[in-house]
């Protein structure tokens, strides 16, 4: 199975500041298509999970753009470029590259 | 647009039998791959079970081969997830999802409102 890890666990960013989270998977999760099957998602309390990012880069639609994907084979990274209090969540990355897909344990961010 | 209710969930002892439905519109149904995903507040979001478009391809986590089964009726627009032999640790709140791209096995755009499922005595 691959294992997924994040870092941090949690982060408090100001509002109007960049938020980094890492997410680095125990095997590559590129594949000979060049695409990299990692995504990011969204999860506030008591509702659904969001997508934000697929493929490791490309961003869902509806999503701002102050949430890009980066990264490749096993590092990966999200960011917010700019804060805002809304994005007060917990995100999760996850790997769709073989089964079973896994998802990573989660950053909570909060926005001081 | 795009919309996925689902139906079931409750309280069930253990070694009961609960089945999840999830009933979906706005997309053509049949063409896509769907999934279940179950969330925790320990484990946060564990994937559970995934079935191709025309539901000849299954594949479930670990812990839940040969107890869970999901199913689909393309004619009704309904995914399915029977879980028996429940146990204390399935105790999650259950989310039927969208794949991404009528391509295959992909990550998950759409999802449902979740179930939630207690296995208590």
């Known amino acids: 199975d691959i294992v997924m890890t994040q870092s941090p666990d949690s982060l408090a960013v100001s509002l109007g500041e960049r938020a980094t989270i890492n997410c680095k998977s125990s095997q590559s999760v590129l594949r000979r298509d060049n695409k990299n099957y990692l995504a990011w998602y969204q999860v506030k309390p008591g509702q659904p999970p969001k997508l934000l990012i697929y493929w490791a880069s490309t961003r869902h639609s509806g999503v701002p753009d102050r949430f890009s994907g980066s990264g490749s084979g096993t590092y990966f990274t999200l960011t917010i470029s700019s804060l805002r209090v809304e994005d007060a969540a917990v995100y999760y990355c996850q790997q769709y590259n073989a089964t079973p897909f896994t998802f990573g344990p989660g950053t909570k961010i909060d926005v001081k | 647009e795009v919309e996925l209710v689902q139906s079931g969930g409750g309280l069930v002892q253990p070694g009961g039998s609960l089945r999840l439905s999830c009933a979906a519109s706005?997309?053509?149904?049949?063409?896509?791959?769907m999934t279940w995903v179950r969330q925790t507040p320990e484990k946060g979001l564990e994937w559970v079970a995934t079935?191709?478009?025309?539901?000849?391809?299954?594949h479930y986590v670990g812990s839940a081969k040969g107890r869970f089964t999901v199913s689909r009726d393309n004619a009704d627009n309904s995914l399915y997830l029977q879980m028996n032999s429940l146990r204390v640790e399935d105790t999650a709140v259950y989310y039927c999802?969208?794949?991404?791209?009528?391509?295959?096995?992909?990550?998950?755009?759409?999802w449902g409102q979740g179930s939630l499922v207690t296995v208590s005595s």
């Open positions: 999802a969208k794949h991404v791209g009528a391509v295959g096995a992909t990550c998950f755009d759409s």
């Open positions: 706005g997309f053509p149904f049949s063409t896509y791959w």
């Open positions: 079935l191709n478009e025309d539901g000849n391809e299954r």
